[in-house]
């Protein structure tokens, strides 16, 4: 018998990886010998540049292979090396990894100095996806990115896709290169260098959390780090800021809430009894949280007036065109006691009153510009359900008097900034909680801050989408049933 022939392994051509320069970058030739970059329609100048590599570095628009300079030996190639680094240190490169005339990937910066290097990688190697990367659509594009990453991957070859959805737990290189359209070692090594892609030893194990990392990314959950650097600069080539990216498209939310149908109660006219204010340093010392509420003497109606005219009721409004060369939308503003970024004032408070003299058990929503209550009429059982939870939250022995729901109009905020939006509102949060303590403090109440919220709880309460309007922190109110300690 003659003995079977052997197969042939799986042979995979080489992946070619180029850099060009991204959509939003021209090239300009000057007459004086210099080669400037407009970038949506801001010049950067460049440097000057020989006649040979101004007529190259007209191939960037379609992308020119990295190795054809990188090694940088002819003085055309060091010229054309150094153009592609200082492009690239201001964002304006990328890097389509292809094979043949198909691309595989392009690889999009997110941080200013991000250089494509490939990490080195065995056929032996484990490897497994970060836990904190992850595929999403952007637009009609997939894209793999992570906020470790210095750079994300647009995916442009769907068998990649189902590569990386492999990998979910950990996978040996060699097994993974004998499978049909494998996509090649290359974009493997990239994936890695970015730590987007891990390689296990064998002390590893699974690599879960655990063997992420040191300690403390091994503290971070996977939203609150992409939460955090998504929303700030640093390590995103997301569009950020005051863009105005959707004026011409969506109108500017108003200033001011229009007011809820159900039974008004004013609050103007009420005075409760007078109180010497403290000064500002012995508010900001006495401040502090106060978990249990005095159900014989409960706030009354007058302070929980007081309370909400000094911390939150409109004290002025105006309007004021968007700057758009004449040709921006009118935005209306107004004033109110605390702070807000763009004094866009995007907070609406919801009182959940279990016990308070002077006004029914109930769901309110404060209309700020009247300076009233007005009654939403949510169901008994939602309302015990949603004190009830803020009871847990405090540990506290009895209900919240008045729970105070803080929701944002979030469009008020996102019409105007690109990625920062939700971080602003939180900000706006904080500085409307320290205003609430501080007031309480001198008013002789107590308050506590709560850090969770049900949105879906309060979106059956009121009948709004989660996306439109949404708790975005809680204050309970009351009258402290004793003296605590500060926290």
């Known amino acids: 018998m003659r003995a079977p022939s052997k197969k042939p392994g799986r042979k995979t051509q080489s992946a070619t990886l180029s850099a060009r320069l991204n959509e939003r970058v021209r090239l300009e030739a000057q007459a004086d010998g210099r080669l400037a970059a407009s970038v949506d329609g801001y010049p950067l100048d460049l440097g000057p540049f020989s006649t040979g590599a101004i007529k190259q570095a007209a191939g960037l628009r379609a992308g020119l292979p990295l190795g054809s300079f990188a ?13 592609v680094r200082r492009l690239a240190r201001s964002g304006l490169i990328e890097y389509p ?13 997110q941080v200013a100095d991000y250089w494509p290097q490939a990490a080195k990688l065995r056929a032996s190697d484990t490897v497994v996806l970060s836990r904190f990367a992850y595929l999403r659509r952007r637009g009609n594009a997939l894209v793999l990115e992570s906020p470790r990453a210095a750079a994300l991957f647009q995916i442009c070859d769907p068998t990649v896709a189902s590569f990386l959805a492999q990998l979910s737990k950990p996978q040996k290189l060699a097994t993974l290169r004998q499978q ?4 090649g070692l290359e974009l493997f090594a990239l994936l890695a260098d970015c730590q987007i892609l891990l390689t ?49 498209l969506i109108p500017p939310l108003p200033a001011e809430r229009p007011s809820w149908p159900g039974n008004r109660i004013e609050l103007i006219g009420l005075e409760p009894p007078t109180r010497a204010p403290l000064p500002m340093p ?22 929980l007036g007081q309370f909400l005219d000094t911390t939150a009721r409109v004290l002025s409004r105006w309007e004021s065109p968007v700057d758009f060369e004449g040709d921006g939308p009118v935005v209306g503003f107004t004033s109110r006691p605390y702070p807000s970024a763009g004094s866009a004032y995007e907070l609406e408070l919801y009182l959940a009153v279990a016990n308070c003299a ?25 309302l015990e359900a949603m004190l009830g939870a803020a009871q847990f939250a405090m540990d506290a022995a009895t209900l919240p008097q008045v729970l105070i729901t803080i929701a944002a109009r979030f469009g008020r905020l996102s019409w105007k900034y690109s990625a920062i939006a939700y971080s602003l509102i939180l900000k706006d949060v904080g500085a409307m909680v320290q205003t609430f303590y501080l007031t309480a403090t001198d008013m002789g109440l107590g308050g ?12 059956r309460m ?16 009351g009258r402290g049933a004793q003296a605590e300690a500060a926290d």
């Open 71 to 83: 090694a940088a030996r002819k003085p055309l190639d060091q010229e054309i090396s150094a153009l």
């Open 97 to 109: 990894l292809s094979r043949g005339n198909k691309h595989l990937a392009v690889i999009e910066p």
């Open 180 to 183: 049909r359209g494998f996509p």
């Open 200 to 248: 296990l030893d064998a002390k590893d194990g699974d690599g879960l959390r655990p063997q992420e990392g040191d300690d403390n990314l091994v503290l971070w959950d996977f939203h609150d780090l992409l939460f955090h650097t998504r929303s700030t600069e640093g390590r995103q080539a997301n569009p950020l800021g005051g863009l105005y990216p959707y004026a011409g």
């Open 282 to 303: 012995k508010l900001l010392r006495e401040r502090h949280s106060v978990r249990d509420f005095d159900e014989a003497n409960p706030i009354t109606l007058a302070e």
């Open 358 to 382: 002077g006004l029914s058990r109930g769901f309110y929503h404060y209309d700020a510009s009247a300076h009233a209550l007005v009654e939403i009429g949510a169901a008994a059982t939602e």
């Open 448 to 459: 506590c801050a709560i850090g969770t919220g049900n949105i879906e709880l309060f979106a």
């Open 462 to 477: 009121t009948g709004l989408p989660f996306h439109a309007e949404g708790p975005v922190g809680q204050f309970a109110l």
